[in-house]
């Protein structure tokens, strides 16, 4: 069956040096996916984004696709202070043990997480508040549908455009197994966010997830899904990083030599 299950955790007041390096990025997604025995299909890719206009954006995405249409993706924005990170997986956790894993290796002084069914939820959050919240998360289930290899590489190739955003990678699109695969699985990166998209051959069944650093024009996600995806499509919509501009106001270079300063007599 195809992952469902789907851990979000929004984090602030995080260390600069940690959230800027991709060893650490690096080792925190291999080390999610090893204790949730998820089975990485591919290695772990990572992005320094450190090119675009605005300085405070920089940071580090990565992500991981692993076997039955999961994954793990991380976002850092080092300037910011905060970092994000996703968790579609089939297996069983609990969300304070993961959320101390990822605690007790990318320190932060405020964590909200969140734990939902993709199967049970359906709708809107109630508290998206578009002036200070970092951006929407869309999460779609679209049944009864056929996809292809191809058919899912061209529409991840194309799809950032079309929804304002920027694509700052091409599409990597995988099969779970070289023969008899059960899963298509694809991920593009976006300035500072994703989309990742995940088919199963037997269920006929996709999940696909849009998650954006900014709030788009109303009813633009839901008429780009329509188009593609003839009306199967089942979306939800939450917030992510609740009063984020208002928890970024406190970043400055003295507060974070502070909370490094923390950190380190912590460890």
Partial sequence: MIANRHYML?????????????????????????????????PPFLIPFYYCKDAE????????????????????????????????TDKFFTEADVTNKIC????ASSITTNVVDRREFDGF??????????????????????????DMFSWLDQIAPKINMQAISRPYVIFDKVNNPSYISG??????????????????KANLDIFSCSFLE????????????????RMSLFARGSKHRIQCQNRS????????????SNI
Avoid at 11 to 38: H, K, W
Avoid at 125 to 147: A, R, V
Avoid at 218 to 233: A, T, Y
Wanted: proline fraction near 2%.
């Fill in 10 to 42: 929004d984090a602030y007041g995080c260390v600069f040096e940690q959230a800027n390096s991709i060893l650490g990025v690096n080792d925190l997604l291999v080390q999610i996916t090893n204790e949730l025995d998820m089975e990485p299909i591919m």
């Fill in 125 to 150: 959050d109630g508290l998206i508040d578009q002036g200070n919240d970092f951006g929407p998360h869309y999460m779609i289930t679209i049944e009864d549908i056929d996809i292809t290899f191809e």
């Fill in 187 to 204: 991920v593009l990166v976006v300035a500072q966010s994703h989309i990742a998209f995940h088919y199963s051959i037997e269920e006929r």
């Fill in 57 to 88: 954006d920089v940071g580090v995405s990565a992500y991981c696709i692993c076997a039955n249409g999961s994954h793990v993706t991380i976002h850092t924005f080092p300037y910011r202070s905060c970092y994000f990170v996703d968790i579609l």
């Fill in 104 to 107: 007790n290796q990318i320190y």
């Fill in 218 to 233: 109303n009813g633009l996600v839901e008429e780009i899904l329509h188009q593609s995806f003839g009306g199967k499509e």
């Fill in 253 to 264: 270079r003295q507060s974070r030599i502070e909370k490094e300063e923390a950190w380190r």
